[in-house]
């Protein structure tokens, strides 16, 4: 609330102590290292499907439905304890959270990396997604509770830069394994990065937690584990069947959505509610989490297909794949930090706004894509992307966290994280059944050759059909991967327009609630009040 016209503004008192306020930069150095823990294991991931999908030795013969469940069980279980982490972080200790879900990733990483079946796999994908729930919300409380309000915007803007960072050194690092090791190095190569990232947390960051967390709440966290296990589970599984009428699919999806709005009712009657429901009649706020699961549903589905775009259909290897994403990478790292800048300037709406119809735009474009596409300009589409999703994240997640109070920082970077995964999980299943749905009916007309035993599989997935074609010869097989080829290049354009669409829809919707420039009036600092918040070493 502004002050009124020559009142002096009240002093700022400082609530972060002075001796974490010193180290407070390498404190955000240690967090950034610790969220890239989890944001390489994804981008590494996303350019090993096509090895982890060959035969034996080479891979594990994971069909492209258990390459999507690989994927998927990690977001499942993620998405599903996310809220749940961030309120026992509010409560128990976010250093402490921290430090237990980076352990559990490397277990699971360790374990993934000598799977010997894709259900094996898929089993440990989760068990990293159970610590991963645990470590990315405690990473933006921790920062929440080092910074001082007026630091927050650059100190998220650089935290939201190393996810670029990640997605930079994954594709790469996972192509240089791929080259000179077997695929479940991608996995390993996480240990020694845990081991690191511990000690680090256990010497430098300081443990903080909610002083009032009041009761806890048993049956909200039931609802909202519930709900968004139900949820997620239903959009996988309608994006693995490329049915969304199955009965499963509508039977989860609506039990999932039965149960969040019974949590949501829930919380609105208790008196110690796990999250104050209310936060979301504030249009900034809801704004800014309906943008944040709008651009990952877009960026998350062109993600996945991207990488057998790149690898199957122009025939690059994984470390060629992950480098031709480096342009994305290097936007988010150069333009994040930065973003706040723009946002003085221009205010969040229109920064947002912008960056949602650069995002649209870089996806509209594979809607041009074909097998000849120049290789720089495959490089400026990327980097276009990166640019928009550099000034969308830090905005968002500084409207979200700070709408609500410091001590409730956990809270408040899990409903940022949630919206997040269910937008990604959403962009996957739905993306993804429209891309096989066409991909299917285009290719339908090419597998008369196949044999009748094989011909459901060949028409599956584009490595599918290649494998039926390689096995068939040079003859019958060169004009089947040709038709291949062509088939997957038309559902990548349908799939382009369809993500494009969904970033319109997201700039609408930051265009028509998100804040825009403040006014040129003194606000009462939120350090004015007395400290509420607890860090220890």
């Not at 998220?156 to 190095?185: C, D, K, N, Q, R």
């Not at 996945?304 to 690059?316: H, K, N, P, T, W």
């Not at 997957?488 to 382009?496: D, L, N, W």
């Amino acid at each position: 609330m502004s002050l009124p016209s020559g009142t002096p503004a009240v002093p700022a008192v400082p609530r972060v102590p002075e001796a974490i306020h010193r180290r407070r930069w390498w404190i955000l150095a240690v967090l950034m290292f610790s969220l890239l823990i989890v944001v390489l294991d994804n981008s590494i991931l996303n350019v090993a499907v096509k090895t982890i999908a060959s035969p034996a030795p080479t891979g594990i013969g994971a069909t492209q439905s258990e390459l999507e469940w690989a994927i998927n069980s990690y977001t499942l279980v993620f998405a599903g304890l996310l809220f749940t982490a961030g309120l026992l972080g509010d409560r128990i200790g976010r250093k402490k959270v921290l430090l237990a879900g980076t352990l559990v990733f490397g277990i699971g990483s360790a374990l993934a990396a000598f799977s010997t079946s894709p259900g094996e796999l898929i089993t440990w994908r989760a068990l990293m997604g159970f610590g991963a729930a645990f470590v990315m919300p405690a990473t933006l409380a921790v920062l929440m509770n080092v910074f001082e309000r007026d630091e927050q915007p650059k100190a998220i803007g650089i935290w939201a830069g190393s996810v670029g960072l990640g997605i930079a050194i994954g594709p790469i690092t996972g192509g240089l394994l791929l080259e000179h090791f077997w695929w479940g190095s991608i996995f390993l190569v996480n240990v020694p990065v845990v081991v690191i990232a511990l000690i680090a947390m256990a010497i430098i960051v300081p443990d903080s937690r909610d002083p009032k967390p009041g009761k806890v709440d048993p049956p909200g966290v039931a609802l909202s584990i519930v709900g968004l296990v139900l949820l997620v589970y239903g959009i996988i599984r309608g994006g693995e069947l490329a049915d969304f009428t199955d009965t499963t699919v509508i039977l989860a999806i609506v039990g999932g959505l039965l149960v969040l709005a019974g949590f949501v009712w829930h919380e609105k009657r208790s008196s110690h509610p796990a999250i104050d429901i209310t936060y979301f009649r504030k249009p900034a706020f809801s704004a800014a989490v309906a943008a944040i699961a709008l651009v990952f549903f877009a960026l998350m589905g062109v993600t996945f297909f991207s990488a057998f775009y790149l690898q199957s259909v122009r025939g690059y290897t994984a470390l060629e794949s992950g480098l031709l994403i480096v342009p994305l990478a290097a936007a988010q790292m150069i333009f994040a930090p930065r973003a706040r800048l723009v946002v003085d300037r221009f205010g969040a709406r229109a920064v947002c706004t912008a960056g949602m119809l650069l995002v649209a735009a870089g996806l509209a474009s594979f809607a041009l894509f074909d097998a000849g596409t120049p290789v720089w300009v495959m490089c400026l589409v990327f980097f276009v992307q990166g640019t928009g999703m550099a000034h969308i994240m830090p905005p968002v997640t500084v409207a979200v966290m700070q709408a609500l109070p410091r001590e409730k920082a956990g809270s408040g970077s899990a409903v940022n994280n949630t919206f997040r995964q269910v937008g990604g999980a959403l962009g996957i299943a739905v993306l993804g059944s429209v891309l096989s749905t066409v991909y299917r009916g285009d290719i339908e007309g090419h597998l008369g050759a196949v044999p009748a035993g094989v011909r459901d599989v060949a028409g599956e997935s584009i490595e599918a059909t290649l494998g039926v074609a390689e096995k068939l010869g040079p003859v019958a097989g060169k004009p089947l991967a040709a038709a291949a080829n062509d088939a997957f290049i038309s559902a990548m354009h349908v799939t382009a327009l369809g993500s494009a669409a969904v970033a319109l829809i997201g700039a609408v919707v930051v265009g028509l609630f998100l804040p825009g420039r403040p006014p040129a009036a003194t606000e009462a600092p939120e350090e004015a009040r007395p400290p509420a918040e607890q860090l220890t070493r």
